[in-house]
């Protein structure tokens, strides 16, 4: 079984839809991260949670709502989205936040490819 | 702000030797990453080095550090078909603890 794993892996919605992206973790780390990936672009931190708690939420439109119900699974709920925000998104975990005392290596799910017409 | 800058594209010859740069603006830095996103994959960490060091090897990979410059960069020897990826250049700044990425370079292998 991978370390993290995302689904669906891809989805089509249309701007008033609404829909979730899910993320499960199987390496027991305490921090999970939402990242959306445009191509061509460096990737954009979206938001971090700490043992369940938001730490992070850069400036992310309210269309984006995430939720970390514990450790392991992060959800990111999607509403009235744009075709801007048509992406790869990425959930990724690490033993503790990235930057402090250990390599801060992340651990990343293969994306969710979300299309918005 | 802090920036990761990168070329998007490499073409190099099987067998030939691969060097992928990478610019970083903030001297702060902790430790550089080099990470490796191959098709319909997430990225996966290929390796890292401390910002107290100015190389590091690790099989086919070499890392060179220039920290006067704010200069990264990856050599892959004896490049292979399996190397073909997008290669992402990757900083932790000390102020906040967030990884700051650069745009990716994909590497393309000609026969």
């Known amino acids: 079984e991978t370390g993290v794993t995302q689904t669906p892996r891809h989805l089509v919605m249309g701007m008033t839809n609404k829909k979730s992206l899910k993320c499960e973790q199987h390496?027991?780390?305490?921090?999970m991260y939402w990242y959306k990936q445009s191509a061509k672009k460096p990737l954009e931190l979206m938001f971090v949670?700490?043992?369940?708690?938001?730490?992070e939420n850069n400036s992310v439109p309210s269309r984006f709502s995430p939720e970390c119900p514990n450790s392991s699974h992060l959800f990111l709920h999607l509403h009235t989205l744009q075709p801007e925000d048509s992406a790869l998104y990425l959930c990724?975990?690490?033993?503790?936040?990235?930057?402090?005392?250990?390599?801060?290596?992340?651990?990343f799910g293969e994306g969710s490819r979300l299309t918005v017409l | 702000g802090e920036d990761v800058e990168q070329s998007l594209f490499l073409s190099v010859r099987e067998g030939d030797s691969s060097v992928i740069n990478c610019t970083y603006t903030?001297?702060?830095?902790?430790?550089l990453y080099w990470y490796k996103q191959e098709p319909g994959a997430g990225l996966q960490l290929l390796t890292y080095?401390?910002?107290n060091m100015d190389m590091k090897q690790d099989q086919r990979l070499t890392v060179l550090l220039n920290k006067k410059d704010k200069h990264l960069s990856l050599r892959i020897a004896d490049t292979q078909t399996g190397d073909s990826a997008i290669y992402f250049c990757a900083e932790t700044v000390a102020s906040n603890y967030q990884l700051i990425w650069g745009a990716g370079t994909k590497l393309i292998i000609k026969p």
């Open positions: 949670y700490n043992f369940k708690e938001q730490t």
């Open positions: 390496l027991g780390h305490n921090a």
């Open positions: 080095i401390f910002s």
């Open positions: 903030d001297s702060s830095s902790t430790y």
């Open positions: 990724a975990s690490s033993q503790g936040l990235a930057g402090t005392s250990n390599t801060g290596e992340l651990f």
